[in-house]
């Protein structure tokens, strides 16, 4: 109840009157229209800032491109955690400067 109250007196504050129906209502809450009627009041916004905002993003493409860049860092950290190195290297070739400290422990023996 309270926050609501906040809410409403940060946004503008919008009020529509439909003359035939002798009703006032917030147009950002019915889509831009009369509820009981559907007269829609020139000028009127019909959603909230927020999601007029949310609206203009493409989420399905924002989605894959998290998808994507989540699925790379996670192969670089398994990759990391597995000690592995680039296909060029040849493993029975003597150990490299490349090679992780763990074959370099087990070659000396
Ligand atoms: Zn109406």
């Known amino acids: 109840m309270i926050a609501q109250l906040g809410l409403r007196r940060l ?3 919008f009020r529509a009157y439909c003359e035939l129906d002798r009703w006032s209502f917030d147009p950002r809450y019915t ?9 829609a009041p020139e000028g009127a916004p019909t959603a909230p800032a927020w999601l007029m905002l949310a609206r203009r993003v493409d989420w399905e493409i924002f989605g894959l491109l998290v998808l994507a860049i989540f699925l790379v860092v996670l192969g670089l950290v398994v990759a990391q955690a597995a000690g592995f190195t680039p296909p060029t290297t ?14 370099i422990a087990s ?3």
Request: hydrophobic letters at 30%; charged letters at 15%; glycine letters at 18%.
């Open 11 to 13: 946004q503008k504050h």
């Open 31 to 39: 889509n831009g229209r009369c509820p009981i009627c559907g007269w």
């Open 90 to 103: 040849h493993s029975h070739l003597p150990a490299s400067g490349i090679a992780s400290g763990a074959r």
């Open 107 to 109: 070659g000396a023996r």
